[in-house]
């Protein structure tokens, strides 16, 4: 199973520092049945796109708590055995929570099949939606816009050998 991991570049230097992602319990995004529910797509590279977007949003969760770190959001892709991610238990179909899944542990970085990271044409859109990230969650539709502009920066595909170059 493919799970993408949301980190901020620090995130990703810690991780390439210890060779592994997260510790204890920790979440990713899947495509999961609520959000093959939610997008209605049997098409699995659309699905595994929407996952990959999740998990770039909560990277934008972490950069609005990290002022310090690089407006870039970080994903990381990482096959898993189908039995290691599971849906959060007792958390329903909400929009929040679609494709979100729980790791149980630290995943080794040598299993993961790739990288994505902002370009650094997108970090004014990033912090502007870094900043933006509170008030849009409480309704507010100006900041939403905001939000959307980060999310019209596609994510660059990096392999795991560019972690290095990426972290320095």
Known sequence: MRVYVPLTLPG????????QLGEGPFSAYAVTPALREWYRSDDI??????ALGRAALASLRLLAADPAAPRRRVVVAVDVADGAASAEPGRGPERDALGEVR?????RLAKAAAVHVDAEDAEEDVAAAARALEAADEGDDDARSVVDGAEDHELLW???QEIPQLVA
């Open 12 to 19: 990703l230097a810690e991780a390439h520092r210890t060779g």
């Open 45 to 50: 590279e659309e699905l595994e796109y929407a």
């Open 103 to 107: 790791l149980a542990g630290p995943v």
């Open 158 to 160: 990096f392999a795991t």
